[in-house]
């Protein structure tokens, strides 16, 4: 039977070549377009899976509300690890970690800088390690010993053992390689590619041993089935009874949600990457609809050359359970075709996608699980879009369809249809209109006025001795005459990390506190970065005079409620400084948010980042080599990496531009995949209507004429498309613009626009059939009835 | 003597929005096995109804049906399709063969649904080809055959599970007067060899070939008379 079934199949498509092809086209590029965006998915949820008992662990979370605000922070107190080891039940390891860091190692000539983390031993009984070589024993408790990753040891060791070794970090101490990790994968998101003791860092900022300072990580590994409700009810309060004045209250966030459930709105979760996963896995799915939907109305539309074939076999004794069974059969195995050719599309533009996305995902028909899905999705297709055609074609009465020489349609099938090209065209024209907005909103916020001029602006991070060396680094610098300015800060402009709730100022509400930015400048910042002093003035060359001084933002001065803040005493902590200088607001942190409250020092022992604008007229490329030099010989034995605030303010844009990107990608294909089956329908009304069309030739009908005639229902139900998609995209997008502060307003001819595109495309695909018809001789399409 | 088909007092009535046209109208017939009988009239006498309700595609509004001494006139569609398989044998003017298919494939296709085993489908298809001289045509498809000789398939296709009756709905209706004369007598031969066969149709030339002629008015039987004389080739 089975072969019967298959036999009949093959035939058909052979006869049917364009029907077939563009069929299998349609659901190739729809499955290969969901099986990039599942892989990409899976490498999402698969985060931090490479820890075993990932279920037990946690790193501690802290709310601190200021002004009836909550933020949300990862830095904890020092003295909280060993405290919550000692006092709290169900804890079976936690272990303080530095954020992350990069030290400069160095062996003869060759110095790399890598990222890694300063921790207690019992990190690594938190996170297990592969440890390749060496052993973990005794490592942490030395104050010089490290532990490194597979690739940094084989930078500069080979394939000889590097344990026992030793290598200089930040060009003064030798470090004892006491073990080799295997290399993370790249989808954590606690990477590091080195660890030493935390001993080591606590001694050299030992304001990390207060309670009152937030400035490590805390991670947590709990005892299987330990009531992670109980535990976070002790902790709540836990800081408090440590240090009553206190503001963070802790709590515990699963290793499982730290990727994909990250953001935190007023203290409490509110997803962040999970709905962009959500929101892909869904056009996913309605790019696989899509191309099913053509293949159930191209199944329909040439249901009459069918009707014979279900008429005889069920004449033949085929019960319609049969013919429903073939149907289905043949649609899976179609799609099963449609998922090898996409298996080929996918291997094929595998690096294209790669670096779309700045990854580097795989595609394996022998990772069984990517195979699975793969004849998974192929089978939902098959049976998804086989189903309605097979009910349907199983449904004609033997009687009417072998006696009429021809069949009508029945209207419930066309109508269906229609629905279906509606519905495609719909979800094409809201993913085009939300592309183009998407778009808008990116664009929108990179023209963005920062308050500062980003463009030549390189900032370094400082190592070794650059912080001393910082005056005749920059005095030799401006000497070149390739330098405008340069100036070392704490933070890069871009980022700012530290902030205080601890200020206070005449008139303020003592029951309110207030989040403030706080930054440690040189008197250079201000006219090297470009910020304008809008009252008062900028800090003396001389830091000490200005010591007890301070320059705050616009924002600021306006929480603070006076017209002019300068000469304003803000007190913090039992010592007060006055406000010299209030100056306009500059975007920070988040490119789509207004600026928050900021307080910068005249201070440079808190640096951190040395930041250069090059000269206007200076040639970019001569000039970093001219500089590097210039550190280099100041500071000899590390290596010099700058960064353009551009290129770091274009990262900032990664995610929404990666979504713009995607979003774009997929509704070009979605609407190329809604024109297939628009093709392949304009293709069967016209050769139904060949003797309608021959009729009117004859009696003198224009060719214009006809292929309009032919081509104006499809356009209507385009014309209807739009006003379903319309509205739900303005909502849709509505809703997504409101996550933003700085947005655009949508505006209507992006609507129009997108309108007209789908139209013109819509008319392109199906004024070529109409015009083929249009143009064949009458006398020979007469003679086909 | 056996009674193959029975009617009694059956009527059908097409209902549609606007018309409702009776198809049918008490019509009482006997077949006796054996038979050769045709069915003549004009367009829209009933001829098409009455074949259809016999060969179990349709299904009266009331009165009775006694196939072979069972009532087949209320079954459901399962068991009609079940009874159609054992019973029945169709030819139609249009041929009515899937294109897709070749000769042998489409004679075979009765069997596949019968659930024969391929030894017994292979030799069945082989002897039936053989029987009805078109057993050189096998791998053709449909296209590749003359008028003749795709009415000739879906004979064999028609009596390859030796059925008891083969309804044929006008058999020449599509062909040229030098293979209706081939058809008629493929036709006879079959009924020679103890199928009855039961023919709609137009040509008084055809209907000679049969013992016994049913003309049909209005959904009523006019006149069924057997035929004294048999036609000669």
């Given at each position: 039977m089975l072969k019967n079934y298959l036999k009949t199949m093959y035939r058909s498509f052979l006869n049917n070549k364009t029907f077939s092809l563009l069929n299998i086209a349609g659901l190739a590029i729809g499955i290969a377009c969901a099986g990039f965006i599942f892989l990409w998915v899976e490498d999402e949820l698969n985060y931090n899976s490479f820890f075993a008992d990932g279920e037990n662990i946690y790193s501690v979370k802290d709310n601190q509300t200021y002004d009836g605000t909550t933020f949300t922070f990862d830095a904890t107190p020092g003295p909280l690890a060993p405290a919550m080891q000692q006092e709290i039940p169900g804890i079976q390891s936690v272990s303080r970690s530095s954020w992350p860091l990069n030290l400069t190692f160095s062996l003869g000539d060759k110095a790399l800088s890598e990222q890694g983390r300063y921790v207690d031993s019992s990190f690594t009984s938190i996170f297990h390690l592969k440890i390749i070589r060496g052993s973990l024993h005794g490592v942490f408790s030395e104050l010089h010993s490290v532990v490194i990753s597979r690739k940094l040891a084989e930078n500069f060791f080979g394939r000889k053992d590097p344990v026992g070794q030793t290598l200089k970090v930040d060009n003064k101490n030798d470090f004892i390689i006491r073990a080799v990790f295997e290399d993370l994968p790249t989808n954590v998101t606690v990477p590091f590619n080195w660890l030493a003791s935390y001993h080591l860092f606590e001694g050299k900022n030992?304001?990390?041993?207060?309670?009152?300072s937030n400035g490590v990580w805390t991670f947590v590994k709990l005892q299987p089935h330990t009531d992670l409700t109980a535990i976070n009810k002790k902790l709540y309060s836990f800081i408090q009874t440590k240090n009553k004045e206190a503001v963070a209250k802790i709590f515990l966030f699963p290793l499982k949600k730290w990727?994909?459930?990250n953001q935190f709105v007023n203290g409490r979760e509110a997803g962040g990457r999970i709905r962009y996963v959500e929101l892909f896995t869904t056009i996913a799915w309605i790019i696989l609809l899509i191309a099913c939907i053509n293949f159930m109305n191209l199944a329909t539309a040439r249901s009459e050359k069918r009707a014979r074939e279900v008429g005889v076999r069920k004449v033949m004794g085929a019960r319609k359970k049969m013919l429903v069974i073939q149907f289905i059969s043949e649609s899976i195995t179609i799609a099963l075709v449609a998922a090898f050719v996409s298996i080929g599309l996918m291997y094929l533009l595998m690096p294209s996608f790669n670096l779309l996305i700045g990854k580097t995902l795989s595609v394996s028909i022998e990772n069984t699980s990517h195979l699975f899905s793969l004849l998974l999705i192929a089978l939902i297709c098959g049976v998804l879009a086989g189903s309605y055609p097979a009910f349907y074609l199983s449904s004609f009465n033997p009687v009417m369809v072998l006696k009429a020489q021809k069949m009508n349609t029945g209207l419930g099938a066309v109508f269906i249809r229609k629905g279906l090209v509606i519905l495609q065209f719909s979800i094409s024209l809201i993913l085009i209109i939300s592309t183009i907005l998407i778009y808008e909103q990116i664009s929108y916020a990179r023209q963005r006025d920062l308050g500062y001029a980003k463009d030549k602006l390189v900032y370094v991070e400082l190592n070794g001795n650059m912080h001393k060396s910082y005056y005749p680094i920059r005095d030799e610098m401006i000497k070149t005459g390739l330098v405008e300015n340069a100036t070392i800060s704490s933070s890069s402009i871009l980022q700012f990390g530290s902030n205080t709730g601890g200020y206070s100022w005449p008139g303020k509400d003592p029951s309110k506190q207030v989040l403030i930015t706080v930054e440690s400048i040189t008197p250079d910042y201000i006219p090297t970065m470009g910020i304008?002093?809008?009252k008062g003035r900028n800090f003396y060359n001389n830091i000490p005079a200005d010591s007890n001084n301070v320059i705050i933002n616009r924002a600021f001065e306006k929480i603070i409620g006076k017209k002019d803040a300068v000469g304003i005493k803000l007190v913090n902590g039992g010592s007060a400084r006055t406000v010299i200088g209030v100056v306009d607001d500059f975007v920070y942190n988040n490119m789509y948010a207004t600026p928050s409250p900021m307080i910068m020092f005249s201070d440079t022992s808190y640096a951190n980042y040395l930041t250069i604008r090059i000269s206007k007229n200076a040639d970019v490329k001569q000039t970093l080599s001219k500089l590097g030099s210039i550190i280099r010989a100041n500071n000899p034995g590390y290596p010099v990496e700058f960064k353009f605030v551009e290129e770091q303010f274009e990262q900032l844009f990664k995610t929404e531009t990666l979504v713009g990107r995607l979003a774009g990608i997929f509704s070009a294909l979605a609407i190329l995949i809604s024109c297939f089956g628009l093709f392949g329908l304009a293709g069967y009304t016209a050769e139904r209507r060949t003797k309608e069309i021959g009729i009117r030739k004859v009696l003198g009908a224009s060719i214009p004429a006809l292929a309009r005639l032919l081509s104006v229902d499809f356009l209507k139900l385009v014309a209807i498309s739009c006003l379903i998609a319309f509205p739900v995209a303005w909502w849709y997008m509505y809703k997504w613009l409101q996550?933003?502060?700085y947005r655009i307003t949508i505006q209507w001819w992006i609507f129009l626009a997108s309108g007209i595109i789908c139209l013109l495309i819509a008319m392109v695909t199906v004024s070529f059939q109409a015009i083929k018809t249009a143009l064949a001789d009458p006398a020979k399409s007469l003679r086909t009835e | 003597m056996n009674s193959l088909i029975k009617l009694s007092y059956v009527n059908k009535i097409y209902l549609t929005s606007q018309v409702e046209t009776?198809?049918?109208?008490n019509l009482s017939l006997e077949i006796i096995k054996g038979e050769f009988v045709s069915v003549m009239g004009p367009s829209g006498c009933g001829k098409s109804t009455l074949l259809n309700i016999l060969g179990l595609l349709d299904q009266p509004d009331n009165g009775s049906y006694l196939l072979d001494g069972i009532e087949v006139g209320n079954l459901n569609e399962e068991s009609r399709t079940y009874i159609r398989k054992q019973k029945i044998g169709f030819v139609f003017q249009g041929f009515n063969l899937i294109e897709e298919l070749t000769v042998y494939e489409n004679v075979e296709l009765p069997l596949i649904y019968a659930g024969l085993s391929l030894e017994e489908r292979k030799r069945r298809v082989a002897d039936t080809l053989h029987r009805l001289k078109i057993y050189h045509r096998r791998r053709h498809f449909p296209e590749q055959l003359s008028g003749g000789q795709q009415q000739r398939t879906a004979i064999a296709r028609a009596v390859i599970n030796c059925p008891e009756v083969i309804l044929a709905d006008e058999p020449t209706g599509n062909l040229d007067s030098s293979t209706r004369a081939e058809v008629m007598e493929l036709l006879c031969d079959l009924n020679a060899c103890g199928t009855t066969v039961l023919m709609v149709t137009h040509s008084e030339h055809d209907a000679a070939y049969s013992h016994r002629i049913i003309r049909m008015l209005d959904g009523c039987m006019l006149d069924d008379r057997a035929r004294s004389i048999t036609k000669s080739a």
């Open positions: 030992s304001w990390l041993r207060q309670w009152n990727r994909l459930y304008h002093i809008k996550d933003y502060q | 009776t198809a049918l109208n």
